[in-house]
């Protein structure tokens, strides 16, 4: 039945200009706003909605991860821009936060209404 539907994905958070602000300008993902809705225009045509929630509470997984060529210049450009690079107890961080093993390297952030990102390099 909906085989053919082109599904997206959505999360909320409380303030949309924040989000857009981070998004947009932070993250330099392409954005538009419709109705109240924020709309992020992800590469591989892969929009993602975020939705206002005056009752808003955090995700406590990653909601969205941005596969990257080069973990460290990643995470090198995101700490220059004022993103705070998460650390959680047992995956091993190194000093940039980066989780190397197992599994492809990885490093996770949050966006300004604490909902969990990531950049990961996938080669």
Known sequence: MLGNS??????????????????GETLGIETSEDNGLLTLHLAGD????????????????????FPVDDIDAAVD???SRGVEIE???????????????PGPPIAWFKDPAGNILSVLQLD
Do not use: C, H, W
């Not at 082109?6 to 998004?23: C, L, V």
């Not at 892969?46 to 997984?61: G, H, L, N, Q, S």
């Not at 650390?87 to 093993?101: L, N, P, T």
């Open 77 to 79: 450009e995101l700490v």
């Open 46 to 65: 892969r929009p993602t909605m975020i939705y206002p929630k005056p009752d808003f509470e955090p995700a406590t997984y990653t909601i969205l991860n």
């Open 87 to 101: 650390r959680y107890d047992g995956f091993g961080q190194d000093e940039k936060g980066i989780a190397r093993e």
């Open 6 to 23: 082109k599904a997206f994905s959505g999360f909320a958070a409380p303030d949309i200009e924040e989000a857009r602000r981070f998004y």
